[in-house]
């Protein structure tokens, strides 16, 4: 079922960088790209095994949307959470929506 | 009238499927009408990951068939029927709802059942085989009267039917008869560990357990009595205890059947009756029957290539293989119980992180014969590389499986890799066959799986797959490349003669005037760090802030477990008793550890992001200032003690050091910069191997330069001798000057130097001769560094919106919960997974 959750203000997101939000105990790191998009997928960094992919840097592959890992740089697809480098690892990628000045994150929805 | 013979393919799983698919790929596809027998309801799908049906996959996304590939090939499919007589002398199928087909040729591949154990009460109700979608759908049904499950096997499959009653919220046991786990594909130690590791995910393992009877339980439905006089009560009993070949539709038409069981085949894969062909796990080659994939698809192909008139032979296949169990990484290659005679064994255990290696190779030492890995099986591909093409092992075959340390690198590069080497084992694709597609012009990874199917099975082969490719595209001459990445054709040199000519202020404007997309880590930081060496503003100014490292967005050093340490700045490693007092309070009240580093000052491990401010907050109320080691800047000026306390000292070395440590914090350059300074020549601060080196001497100062230790240590430069401390000032200034605006990102200056064309001396003409008349810019530049400089984490305090962003979670005053040490000689350390999980379980 499609339940979107309030997490924060617009005023709250970080141009250009990522923050992290918990929601109903999952860690979602939160990402506002240069272009007014956003996205969110899991803050737990697969390859390190801690939760930090918020901290890491943004900006695309070949067009894509993408969240560098701060600890071993490896690459997540913001749209889809799987690794550039390694199609069979991802992490989870969540719904995001910004309704008037709130931010809203969707467990089960999917990114645009 | 059609001159097309006809030809029955009996059965539509996953090897059935992949005969037809790979006939319809043919030249051969127009020269039969094909028609198979499916007696399932559905086609073909995804037996080896059935699974994943209870982890949410739903039956469409697991089959293996293209939508509308039977239509397209002109295939009838007759599904939910049986082939039931095969009238081998009128050469006619006879189905269970009467369907009689004449075929010219025949191809089995009815595969096989469930093997359940001739055990008393082996039937009762919710006793299932674990085998097909039907099967997952009764055992659906049945785990909702049941609270406790029991898998009888503890091999492969039987692992994956726990993995689904866990799904499925049930108590879980395996049952094995024999003394370890996949007794075929491991070893007592790799099984010993993969129990272990099942077991921490909840699901007891029953090692050694004949089952001798099924009767009535007092609290479940079912109790198991085992030989030893041990029960089990459970309400759900799965029998994956290994499969039988599906031979008795074979044998009803009297064709050939091994002892063991499968219908005989010769290596073009025929049987005894030269119409029938036999694929898959139905069949039997050399008295052996194959419960993989893999071979089955290479019989597939074989029987193609016959059709065809073509020569092909199967002989005989791989078993090893590569899964995650329930997350547990496993693999198994070739034999790997060291039967051969002779064979030698090498074993890695390491209990801290679960890893488990163990290698067996020939009586000489140079041919991989088998290899078992778990909880760690990266090194599969390239193990398999080894077995599969029996290239001679490395003079230590150990270092295959020993953890990587520094640079010994003992990789199998894919040069050296022959043509014929199978690359993909899954659609048996040679690097052969890779080096053609990328020959014809395919040059990424997704084309390369699209053209050649390679890496699209289990994925194994992905990595090796890439540096195949990498390593093509570099010898076709592709790229030589010294753009600094997709987004900028630049050089970083370029980029900064950009920003200073056009005096552009933002990574914004940079990218809207010479670069495209959006940017990446790589562009980000290095233009990050020119505008910062070269305007030297606030790093987390609203416009740069997107483009620090973690380390420098948050102004401290990330570390293994995503906390921070946090380095104040001690001019020349200088430090008050009060200063001292200070850090051991401030790490004390935050629970730090704290360690002297080479660069003589003290580093504190393991804030949290929310602590970070609150500890400046009382560094700097102590005088301290940041240090700058996340940065990549000017680091430390580290010193001797100098003439002012030694006997031997010729001039003050730590007045020296801390005046050019003030002089220099803060400048951000391509990469770390360290320096230090020794009173005289018997070199006590090893100024020799920093980027910077003075050593006081009779006439003044000697300067060094271009030095580094690190992994590839320098001995630096000898560059001028006797000088007054201002003329060494000014080369200074020059020399990093100069650095900043020609190095490239993240190079020292010791590979600068190198890379110079001329060298030292024409690092002289320039910084001394004054060759190019810059140096008056080079001063001045540096001069404006200088006199700009802000210590950042004052600023950052100062400012509550910056603050703000020091928390964890934005919505939320927790803190990351998996955030857990444990003591270790009187201080802090990183809990280490096992720790953790085993803290947070106490906790919960």
Redesign the interface.
Known sequence: MSKWID??SVD?L????G?????EGE?VA?FY???NSIYAINNYDPF?????LS?????????E??V?S??Y?Q?FNLKTGVCFE???VSVASYGIRIEGDRVEVNLNGVAK | MSNKQTLVVIGNGMVGQNFLVSLMASDIKDNYDVITFCEESIPAYDRVHLSEYFAGKSAAELSLVEEGFFEKNGITIHLGDKATVIDRANKTVTSEKGKVIAYDKLVLATGSNAFVPPIPGNDRENCIAYRTIDDLDDMKEAAKTSKVGAVVGGGLLGLEAAKALQDLDLVTHVVQFGPRLMSAQLDDGGAGLLKQKIEELGVSVLIDKNTIKIVDGDVCKHKMVFSDGTELETDLILYSAGIRPRDDLATLSGLKIANRGGVIIDDHCLTSDENIYAIGECASWNDQTFGLVAPGYAMARTVVNQLAGGDAFFTGADMSTKLKLNGVDVASIGDPHASAPGSLVYTYQNGVEGIYKRLVVSKNNKVLLGAVLVGDASGYPILSQYFLNAIDLPSNPDSLILPARSDASVGLGPDALPASAQICSCFDVTKGAICSSIEGGCTTLGGLKADTKAGTGCGGCVPLLKSVLDCELEKAGFEVNTDICEHFAFTRQDLYNLVMVEEIKTFHELLTKHGSGSGCEICKQTVGNILASYWNEYVLKEDHLGLQDTNDTFLANMQKDGTYSVVPRMTGGEVTPEGLIAIGQIAKKYGLYTKVTGGQRVDMFGARVDQLPLIWQELIDAGFESGHAYGKSLRTVKSCVGSTWCRFGVDDSVALAVELENRYKGLRSPHKIKFAVSGCTRECAEAQSKDIGIIAVEGGWNLYVCGNGGMKPRHGDLFATNLDKETLIKYIDRVLTFYVQTADRMQRTSVWMENMEGGLDYLKSVVIDDKLAICEKLEEQMQRVVDTYQCEWKTTIADESKVKRFRHFVNSDKHDENIIFVEERGQVRPANIEERELLKAEIA
């Open positions: 997490v924060c709250d970080q141009k250009n960088s923050i992290c939000a918990l929601v860690q939160i790209m240069a272009d390190g095994k801690v939760h930090v901290r890491g840097m943004i900006g695309d592959i070949k067009g949307p993408m560098s701060p600890l740089k690459h390694d199609e069979t």
